[in-house]
């Protein structure tokens, strides 16, 4: 009964609030400096936006966004403006650090080495798309990035057209992975361009898939430490999913239940 963009905020929140979760809010991994920041967009129907990025001290940064969406002039707030915006706005302040995290953290600085691990969640995503009753679509992405990324890095998650897009007229998508290759692609705008000139949601996300392996054969780069994935949602329900490389799950929910799908992958291993 909620509109999409409530629903989408909502969803992402329970995320954002589980310490268990870490790769996304409190309980998130930190950067190679031992500070933990989050990134999130937002995005709606009509396509109003808000996007926050190297937010520290700020659980719900997904609500952060879209405060920047409805009460400023701005699209985007990084750094410390971002944390100063959530201050100002009566966000409540607090360490995000859990004991899990700066034990890895410390751990990880006996060799200090950074190697992301393709499906191991220490660069994970919360996405999620929403198609409400009255046919409004909504998409929120957020994160806390690469676990001990440099600090001030940012990856797709909060970049609108990268991380996320939302187009009320076609359909939806938002990405996880590798957030680098999926800012390269624009990942996220190709998925829901390929869907308006035809291409199913399925269609459209195995497209994007295969132009970042295209990119990556033309630079000579190897991917064997890479996964993409992508969601995406049609305004009339359909929806697919797809990945580089087997092991990327998504959920879909609507009135007939809950059900947990595989995607396909274009490698094998």
């Known amino acids: 009964g909620a509109n999409a963009l409530d629903a989408v905020e909502l969803g992402v929140k329970i995320c954002e ?11 998130g991994r930190p950067d190679r400096d031992g500070r933990v920041t989050l990134d999130a967009c937002i995005m709606d129907h009509l396509g109003n936006i808000g996007s926050v990025a190297a937010c520290e001290h700020v659980v719900h940064v997904s609500s952060l966004a879209r405060a920047v969406m409805e009460r400023t002039p701005h699209v985007m707030l990084v750094g410390d403006g971002a944390t100063q915006f959530a201050k100002e706005q009566g966000f409540p302040l607090q360490n995000l650090m859990v004991p899990d995290s700066e034990a890895e953290w410390t751990k990880w ?4 080495e950074y190697k992301p ?5 220490n660069h994970d995503t919360i996405g ?4 409400d009753a ?11 990035g690469m676990a001990f990324k440099m600090h001030g890095r940012v990856g797709d998650s909060p ?3 990268a991380g996320l897009y939302v187009d ?4 939806a998508a938002t990405a996880t992975g590798h957030g680098e290759e999926v800012i390269r692609t624009v990942g996220s705008f190709r998925v829901v361009a390929a869907m308006k000139s035809g291409r199913s949601p399925q269609q459209a996300c195995e497209d994007a898939v295969r132009e970042i392996h295209k990119f990556f054969v033309r630079r000579g780069k190897p991917w064997a430490d890479t996964q993409i994935g992508f969601i995406a949602v049609s305004t009339r329900g359909e929806v697919g ?7 990327f799950s998504y959920a879909v929910a609507s009135a007939d239940g809950v059900r947990v799908l595989t995607a396909e992958s274009l490698l094998d291993s």
């Open 17 to 27: 609030a589980d310490p268990r979760e870490r790769s996304v809010g409190l309980g």
């Open 109 to 112: 600085l006996e060799k200090a």
């Open 117 to 121: 691990i393709p499906n191991i969640e």
């Open 241 to 247: 999913g797809y990945a580089l490389r087997p092991g």
């Open 168 to 171: 009320g007229e076609v359909g």
């Open 128 to 131: 999620q798309l929403t198609l």
């Open 159 to 161: 970049i609108i057209g």
């Open 134 to 144: 009255e046919g409004r679509l909504a998409g929120c992405c957020t994160t806390s």
